[in-house]
């Protein structure tokens, strides 16, 4: 059987590959033809760690592999390697309480959880506290002005995000240290951000 996966890199800071994103492909074109997230993500898993060597595969990186809400419900995700996969959840997927306890289950057995897409929404809050990584934090006119026009102890961590968006890591770098920072806390700094940004504009 012919098997056909896509290997997106994704880059730290430095530029350098520090994981791959998995995608299946149904043939040698780019693109994943049925559009069922559920048969996509299961046909990667039977082929990328049944039918393959799956460190070849990742070249030793990490592999975020997406979910939709259906294949964490069933537990699909515990066919992986805890160490070497992060679970990789789209916007789409609606947190409702069976998806927070599946993925509640994963954190506990030592997966590690991204949220992609990332926009912040008051109902994924419990999703929010279980994942270790948020991809794209976008910050929408808005609430930029929101923060930058009010009086607030947010001004400083607004210059911050924007500067990750735009790969301004000497600035970042120069924020963090200000203010100790630790980088792994700024998703969560950022989410009161967006909520105080809410609430002015409200």
Same mark, same amino acid.
């Given at each position: 059987?012919?098997?056909?996966?896509?290997?997106?890199?994704?880059?730290?800071?430095?530029?350098?590959?520090?994981?791959?994103?998995?995608?299946?492909?149904?043939?040698?074109?780019?693109?994943?033809?049925?559009?069922?997230?559920?048969?996509?993500?299961? /046909? *990667? &898993?039977?082929?990328?760690?049944? @039918?393959?060597?799956?460190?070849?595969?990742?070249?030793? =990186?990490? %592999?975020?592999?997406?979910?939709?809400?259906?294949?964490?419900?069933?537990?699909?995700?515990?066919?992986?390697?805890?160490?070497?996969?992060?679970?990789?959840?789209?916007?789409?997927?609606?947190?409702?309480?069976?998806?927070?306890?599946?993925?509640?289950?994963?954190?506990?057995?030592?997966?590690?959880?991204?949220?992609?897409?990332?926009?912040?929404?008051?109902?994924?809050? /419990? *999703? &929010?506290?279980?994942?270790?990584? @948020?991809?794209?934090?976008?910050?929408?006119?808005?609430? =930029?002005? %929101?923060?930058?026009?009010?009086?607030?102890?947010?001004?400083?961590?607004?210059?911050?995000?924007?500067?990750?968006?735009?790969?301004?890591?000497?600035?970042?770098?120069?924020?963090?240290?200000?203010?100790?920072?630790?980088?792994?806390?700024?998703?969560?700094?950022?989410?009161?951000?967006?909520?105080?940004?809410?609430?002015?504009?409200?």
């Amino acid at each position: 059987m012919d098997v056909f996966v896509a290997r997106q890199p994704i880059l730290d800071s430095q530029g350098h590959i520090h994981a791959y994103e998995l995608l299946f492909r149904e043939s040698m074109d780019n693109y994943f033809k049925s559009g069922d997230g559920d048969s996509a993500t299961s /046909s *990667l &898993i039977s082929s990328s760690f049944f @039918l393959m060597d799956f460190n070849k595969l990742t070249m030793g =990186k990490p %592999a975020f592999i997406n979910f939709t809400a259906n294949l964490l419900r069933e537990g699909m995700a515990t066919l992986l390697p805890k160490n070497q996969v992060v679970i990789e959840i789209f916007e789409d997927v609606e947190p409702d309480p069976e998806v927070v306890a599946a993925c509640k289950s994963l954190k506990e057995k030592g997966y590690q959880i991204a949220l992609d897409d990332f926009v912040f929404r008051p109902d994924y809050r /419990s *999703l &929010i506290q279980l994942a270790e990584i @948020l991809q794209e934090l976008p910050i929408e006119v808005p609430v =930029k002005n %929101a923060l930058l026009g009010q009086p607030n102890g947010y001004r400083y961590l607004l210059e911050l995000i924007i500067a990750y968006e735009q790969g301004n890591w000497s600035v970042v770098n120069r924020l963090l240290n200000k203010f100790s920072i630790k980088e792994e806390c700024v998703p969560q700094y950022y989410l009161q951000a967006l909520q105080e940004a809410h609430e002015l504009n409200q």
